[in-house]
């Protein structure tokens, strides 16, 4: 027997979605796959170049790292314009403090070489800004690498320190051209189908309760999770806190930002001790 026999998980996830169904259905649960993102789009340099050229002008007292993929989509651009050696110089040098909102913009802030002074606890916007709130004086100027999701805090904090800044946006993520799979899902939760919803990201969170509503089905899928028709699985508090936003209590949430511990706390839910 499975660890996850019998239960129905919808899982919200573009480009990992598929290994995360897979993964449900060794251990025995039903996977339903209905991504309510299109796989992460990166800036074309004509447009991304120009923000690593301004980064680059050494203005920025503050760079901060949001995530893994977007430092190395910005290392790649500047490396295609052969100014890759400038921006790891800029990065590890005394002038300016990097900082990183979690452990994936830590690991790409490594793979190229670049330590960061400070990592917020939490993961989340809103601690990496509350630190900066802290630790940014009037007159600096912050450049900060934007996620697909990243909020209004890091403009709130330039704007309530005197601060100036730029934002460097490597990557976008849109609603699927065609969300007819992310429309069966939410139906499937709605009509009581459906054990638990699992979202790996702030910005696919967003995106379900979006099509829902889009669909007509916002407060039915709303009213879902809160009484306890489907429970919310949120990969780590970033996510978790996009349910929240909603309305939506996230009754599970690993320990750990990852796919594998993901599954554990799915795991240890389907067999309560």
Known sequence: MGTLDGVRIGVTGARKGPELCAAIERRGG?????????????????????????????????????TGMGVRLLAACAERADLGDDLVALLTGDDLRVVARGAKAVGGLRGIGVT????????????????????????????????????????DVAADVGATMQVLVPYRSGVPTDPSAAVTLVEAAVAGDLDVIVSTSAIATDHLLRIATD????????????????????????????????????????????????LTALERWAAPD
Not at 126 to 153: F, N
Not at 217 to 233: K, P, Q, T
């Open 30 to 66: 039903t996977a339903l796959h209905g991504p309510t993102i299109e796989p992460d789009q990166p800036t074309p340099d004509a447009e991304l170049l120009p923000q690593v050229r301004e980064l680059l002008r050494g203005e920025a007292d503050w760079f901060v790292a949001n």
């Open 116 to 155: 960061p002074d400070a990592v917020s606890a939490e993961e989340t916007d809103a601690s990496m800004a509350a630190w900066l709130r802290e630790h940014v004086a009037a007159g600096d100027h912050l450049a900060v690498q934007y996620s697909a999701r990243t909020r209004q805090d890091y403009a």
């Open 215 to 262: 669909h007509g089905r916002g407060h039915d899928l709303v009213a879902a999770f809160g009484d306890g028709r489907v429970v919310a699985a949120a990969i780590g508090q970033v996510t978790a806190a996009a349910f929240r936003e909603r309305g939506v209590e996230p009754g599970i949430i690993p320990d750990r930002h990852r796919t594998g511990s993901l």
